[in-house]
């Protein structure tokens, strides 16, 4: 009866613990709902910003390209127009001058100042480019229709004495196309100015140069005149939508007065991303009438299934501390010097496993080892643990691969009562001089990259733990400038893919062939074997060690 109470007092709490989670549940998804539009608006509004501020760019320099053009075509003609100001038969030359050597240019006038020359008060030859046969014809301004000396190009320069560029206008009886005119004033021998020079500029290339800035399906381009004259805009373009609709981006273009100008409308921008957003939330109602769902059929076996969890757990715990335990005792920080780069990784098949390595660098020498335990789990991991605390106690002052290893063999052997062995490479490189004396324990034989691929001449000798007083024979191999040594267990070349094809050993040395550091090397082998064996489960521990050797003679 008292159990059935208790019980009936856990669902109660359960269910309460149930609504309150609903609860945060849908607080959490709406405000993670809410953060996710903005941050995705704000990106979205950030690579619109890239994109026309780019696109505003390379509009501009191509502006300025003929702009300078037409700049200098002016500014190189000006000497020329103040000869021809007292050789007045000759003042037709320098707008035919300015038009045939400037393609940019379709029209130019040296219209004088009025009663400058008393001989004929109005003066203003005019050369203009038939756009159809590319032919340069030639007129005269000084008519009372034209009247020239109220236009803009003309009053503007010659008020301020220097170069002006006029807002767009339809040259009507003189290049009778819609342009804009650079005008710059030109100065007799007294200072004072008697004409004006120019180069006009077909609006057209305008257009199709707006035509050719992309952005979005829907956006448009323009460009304004200093007075804010629209001179020339793409197709679409709605100049009275609301600016809190829109994202503008502008640019001016220098000296001129004109401003670039790209409009993006934000709802066609944001569309994608508010379907998304009604998409995410029939999603998030989804999953809270699952959560719901599924805290009622908790609630109702969990009294059941308590005390089965807390034993799972306080099981997976303990294994997640032997498991950090483990890792701690590895080396985290890898070395690196002018004469050695060296990387490592470990991977337990399990939370625990028997694969080890270490390193360090003691009197300009680096002694290493790597080593596989047989067996897995906490066996393996405990014989691990005390095999790498051996070999960092040994090497610590010895500089024998082989005595390191004899001393750790006769260690393990004496008190072996679970049969373990240990597979075991141990080196130890000098920085300097490159040689490199090594011991080989029943182990997988490095590999040594060089000139090409090969694995490290070893001889076997027997696995540690196995049996005390075992000889171990020491080799030793002098490494050239940029070899690596690649160290690795039998989880490498063991490794299975749904198939029960094993990676082997055809793959690692295939894999190893290109020049890389060592980092690299590291990466490549990691994503092969990951490649390989694709969804299979990981049956071993892997492990690897690469050492690259980079001191220069």
Not at 216 to 236: D, F, K, Q
Not at 238 to 260: C, I, Y
Not at 390 to 404: G, N, Y
Not at 543 to 549: D, E, G, K, R, V
Request: net charge negative; charged share 25%; proline share 4%.
């Amino acid at each position: 009866m008292r159990k059935n109470r208790q019980d009936d007092q856990q669902m109660g709490m359960s269910s309460r613990a149930g609504l309150l989670l609903v609860i945060v549940a849908v607080v959490t998804l709406e405000a993670t709902s809410i953060i996710q539009f903005y941050f995705a608006q704000k990106s979205i509004k950030e690579e619109a910003s890239m994109k026309a501020k780019s696109e505003l760019k390379s509009a501009e320099s191509s502006i300025m390209d003929v702009v300078d053009q037409a700049e200098a075509a002016v500014r190189n003609s000006i000497w020329v127009a103040e000869w021809c100001l007292e050789n007045p038969d000759s003042l037709m030359r320098v707008p035919q001058r300015v038009v045939s050597d400037n393609p940019v240019v379709v029209g130019s006038t040296l219209a004088l100042v009025p009663n400058y020359d008393k001989r004929q008060p109005l003066c203003a030859p005019y050369a203009y480019r038939d756009l159809e046969s590319d032919k340069i014809h030639t007129v005269s301004l000084a008519s009372e229709e034209y009247d020239y000396p109220s236009h803009e190009w003309f009053v503007r320069p010659l008020a301020l004495g220097k170069g002006y560029w006029s807002e767009p206008y339809y040259d009507d009886g003189g290049g009778n196309m819609l342009m804009t005119t650079y005008s710059m004033p030109v100065r007799d021998r007294e200072d004072k100015i008697a004409a004006i020079l120019t180069a006009d500029i077909s609006l057209e290339w305008l257009t199709n140069l707006m035509d050719y800035i992309q952005t979005y399906p829907n956006a448009y381009s323009m460009i304004e005149s200093r007075e804010g004259t629209i001179m020339v805009s793409t197709e679409g373009a709605n100049t009275s939508v609301d600016h809190k609709e829109v994202l503008s981006f502008q640019a001016p273009v220098e000296r001129t007065g004109w401003m670039l100008t790209i409009v993006i409308p934000e709802k066609d921008l944001m569309a994608a991303v508010r379907r998304v957003r009604v998409i995410v939330s029939l999603f998030q109602l989804l999953g809270i009438a699952m959560i719901i769902i599924i805290i009622r059929v908790v609630s109702r076996n969990e009294v059941k299934y308590k005390h089965l969890n807390m034993q799972k757990e306080r099981i997976q715990s303990e294994l997640r501390i032997g498991h950090d335990i483990q890792m701690a005792l590895i080396p985290k920080k890898f070395l690196w010097r002018d004469e050695i780069d060296t990387v490592a990784s470990i991977v337990p098949a399990k939370e625990v496993g028997g694969d080890l390595y270490d390193f360090s660098i003691r009197d300009d020498k680096l002694v290493f080892c790597i080593g596989d335990v047989s067996g897995k789990g906490v066996p393996a991991a405990l014989v691990m643990a005390v095999t790498l605390s051996l070999f960092r106690s040994i090497s610590s002052h010895e500089s024998s691969p082989a005595k390191i290893v004899t001393f750790i063999n006769d260690t393990l052997s004496e008190n072996n009562d679970g049969d373990m062995f240990v597979t075991f490479f141990c080196g130890v490189l000098d920085l300097q001089t490159g040689q490199l004396s090594y011991c080989n324990a029943g182990h997988n034989p490095p590999l040594l990259l060089g000139e090409s691929v090969s694995q490290l001449p070893v001889v076997s000798n027997i696995s540690l733990g196995v049996m005390c007083n075992a000889k171990y024979q020491e080799q030793s191999i002098r490494l050239n400038y940029d070899d690596t040594l690649v160290l690795y267990t039998d989880g490498i070349t063991e490794a299975e893919n749904s198939k029960f094809e094993q990676f082997g050993e055809v793959r690692l040395m295939k894999t190893m062939q290109d020049k890389r550091d060592a980092k690299g090397h590291l990466e490549a082998l990691q994503n092969a074997v990951s490649d390989f064996v694709g969804d299979a489960s990981q049956s071993d521990d892997i492990t690897m060690l690469i050492i690259h050797y980079l001191k220069k003679s």
